[in-house]
Nanobody, 112 residues
Framework: QVQLVESGGGLVHPGGSLRLSCATS????????MFWYRQAPGKEREWVAT????????NYDNSVKGRFTISRDNIKSTGYLQMNDLKPEDTAVYYC?????WGQGTQVTVSS
């Protein structure tokens, strides 16, 4: 059974940074793209970023473009989301997604 295990969330002040990780044991991790989503309280889950299988193509929602960076290490079967210049509106539970599999979610809270 494939599992995606997330880590790296936490409480940070506005303007701060966090790096989320999404680790899996799937041997075919590098064959497919992966995604990050987030869900704020009372809102629907929304797409944040995408990275191609080889990591040479990325795409971002406009709300995070220029502040977030998605990346991956296919040797380690791990994906990352580097989040800089965080804002209170970035507060949400963040989820990684690969094929039909989802991480358990990690809470990111941006507050002064």
């Amino acid at each position: 059974q494939v599992q995606l295990v997330e880590s790296g969330g936490g409480l940070v002040h506005p303007g701060g940074s966090l790096r989320l990780s999404c680790a899996t044991s799937a041997s075919t991790f590098g064959y497919y793209g992966m995604f990050w989503y987030r869900q704020a309280p009372g809102k629907e889950r929304e797409w944040v970023a995408t990275i191609s299988a080889a990591g040479n193509w990325t795409n971002y929602d406009n709300s995070v473009k220029g502040r977030f960076t998605i990346s991956r290490d296919n040797i380690k079967s791990t994906g990352y989301l580097q989040m800089n210049d965080l804002k209170p509106e970035d507060t949400a539970v963040y989820y990684c997604n690969w094929l039909q599999f989802w991480g358990q979610g990690t809470q990111v809270t941006v507050s002064s």
